[in-house]
């Protein structure tokens, strides 16, 4: 089993920051793919950025250039810095890991004010 904790989401202005952290734990016998999905009321979930297992990134049209994925793979977290963050930003996000099935964080929400 793998357990996903989230943590650093909040409420902010527009065009302000956020870091959220996702730190794994459990049967992890390797580096895996991470990534950030999330979630706003009445829409879809949609992939906000994945990072490898090899280190390469992916992000989603609307947060290219502001948002940036990264991790620490001595302490098995990955994190999402968000920049510039606008209210169509605001949803839950979901960081989740593949290690064979996709295991899920709790979620945090993230609200950004106009």
């Known amino acids: 089993q793998v357990q996903l904790v989230e943590s650093g989401g909040g409420l902010v202005q527009a065009g302000g920051s956020l870091r959220l952290s996702c730190a794994a734990s459990?049967?992890?016998?390797?580096?895996?793919?991470m990534g950030w999905y999330r979630q706003a009321p009445g829409d879809q979930r949609e992939l906000v950025a994945f990072?490898?297992?090899?280190?390469?990134?992916n992000y989603a049209d609307s947060v290219k250039g502001r948002f940036t994925i990264s991790r620490d793979n001595a302490k098995n977290t990955v994190y999402l810095q968000m920049n510039s963050l606008e209210p169509e930003d605001t949803a839950v996000y979901y960081c989740?890991?593949?290690?064979?099935?996709?295991?899920w964080g709790q979620g945090t929400q993230v609200t950004v004010s106009s």
């Open positions: 459990g049967s992890i016998a390797s580096i895996k793919p």
């Open positions: 989740y890991l593949v290690n064979w099935v996709t295991y």
């Open positions: 990072i490898t297992d090899s280190g390469s990134t």
